[in-house]
T-cell receptor, first 112, second 111 residues
Framework: DADVTQTPRNRITKTGKRIMLECSQT?????MYWYRQDPGLGLQLIYY???????NKGEISDGYSVSRQAQAKFSLSLESAIPNQTALYFC???????????FGSGTRLTVV | GEDVEQSLFLSVREGDSSVINCTYT??????LYWYKQEPGAGLQLLTY?????DMKQDQRLTVLLNKKDKHLSLRIADTQTGDSAIYFC???????????FGTGTRLKVLA
């Protein structure tokens, strides 16, 4: 099994719908992150969590919310999806920021 | 604000060396990283260098850091078709959560 598992891998949804992307990890890391990748823009941080009770906004949190259900689970929700949220979404974990990240395989989300 | 810049594309012939360059602006950067992203996959940490080092070598990979010019490079010796991917440079500052990624360089290896 992968260290960081994201579901679903691909999703097409309609404008205005609520959607949840899920992430689970077996690394035992406290830190978890959600990033968004757009072509030519690199990765942008949406939310990050250092433990179950510590959740913080990243650079582009508007329109998104998160839930840290357990040390191993961190989900990202789009409350009312819009087309410019079409992107590749990555979950990542780390033991500490200096030690590098372990990434999931990504969720490709298309909002039509 | 802090920024990390990379060229978008690089094309090399199989067997040649590839050099992927990155510049960054944050002088307090502690660690600098190279990640590889293959099609349909997440980013995979290739190597990293601590800011007080000039060079790090790991098999076919050589990382060079010029801290004065804030320039980082990744050299891949004997480039293979399996090295075709997007390579991301990233930097972090110790004690913060922040991790700044470059836009990625798409490496295409020609047979």
């Amino acid at each position: 099994d992968a260290d960081v598992t994201q579901t679903p891998r691909n999703r097409i949804t309609k404008t205005g719908k609520r959607i949840m992307l899920e992430c689970s990890q077996t690394k035992g890391h406290d830190r978890m992150y959600w990033y968004r990748q757009d072509p030519g823009l690199g990765l942008q941080l949406i939310y990050y969590s250092f433990d179950v009770k510590d959740i913080n906004k990243g650079e582009i949190s508007d329109g998104y919310s998160v839930s840290r259900q357990a040390q191993a689970k961190f989900s990202l929700s789009l409350e009312s999806a819009i087309p410019n949220q079409t992107a590749l979404y990555f979950c990542a974990t780390s033991e500490g920021a200096d030690l590098g990240y372990t990434f999931g395989s990504g969720t490709r989300l298309t909002v039509v | 604000g802090e920024d990390v810049e990379q060229s978008l594309f690089l094309s090399v012939r199989e067997g040649d060396s590839s050099v992927i360059n990155c510049t960054y602006t944050d002088s307090s950067s502690t660690y600098l990283y190279w990640y590889k992203q293959e099609p349909g996959a997440g980013l995979q940490l290739l190597t990293y260098i601590f800011s007080n080092m000039d060079m790090k070598q790991d098999q076919r990979l050589t990382v060079l850091l010029n801290k004065k010019d804030k320039h980082l490079s990744l050299r891949i010796a004997d480039t293979q078709t399996g090295d075709s991917a997007i390579y991301f440079c990233a930097e972090s500052t110790s004690g913060t959560y922040k991790y700044i990624f470059g836009t990625g360089t798409r490496l295409k290896v020609l047979a």
